[in-house]
Nanobody, 123 residues
Framework: QVQLVELGGGLVQDGGSLRLSCAAS????????MGWFRQAPGNEREFVAAIDWSGGSTTYADSVKDRFTISSDNAKNTMYLQMHSLKPEDPAIYFC????????????????WGQGTQVTVSS
């Protein structure tokens, strides 16, 4: 089992920045890649970004490309999502997830999930 805990959500002004973190514990060696997803009320959970633990390859949703940066600190088993230029369409619960199956944009490819952290953008 891999346990994931997200931190860093909160309220930020339109155009502001926020950094989320996701700490992994447990059988972290069974996780090959990690990702961020988000879910706004009434919407499906959607892909935001993902990173491969070993090679550092990353992929982003078009809606966040050039504004968000995903990174990881393997020594700390922690993944980050630096968010800049936050927009009114970005508020959601942000979830981190881990998969043993390689980097993926598909939520169904992820086995382990955190509890989520709320991001709110005020205009």
């Amino acid at each position: 089992q891999v346990q994931l805990v997200e931190l860093g959500g909160g309220l930020v002004q339109d155009g502001g920045s926020l950094r989320l973190s996701c700490a992994a514990s447990g059988r972290t060696f069974s996780s090959d890649a990690m990702g961020w997803f988000r879910q706004a009320p009434g919407n499906e959970r959607e892909f935001v970004a993902a990173i491969d633990w070993s090679g550092g390859s990353t992929t982003y949703a078009d809606s966040v490309k050039d504004r968000f940066t995903i990174s990881s600190d393997n020594a700390k088993n922690t993944m980050y999502l630096q968010m800049h230029s936050l927009k009114p369409e970005d508020p959601a619960i942000y979830f981190c997830a881990a998969t043993p199956s390689g980097i993926s944009t598909n939520k169904y490819g992820y086995t382990y999930w955190g509890q989520g952290t709320q991001v709110t953008v005020s205009s």
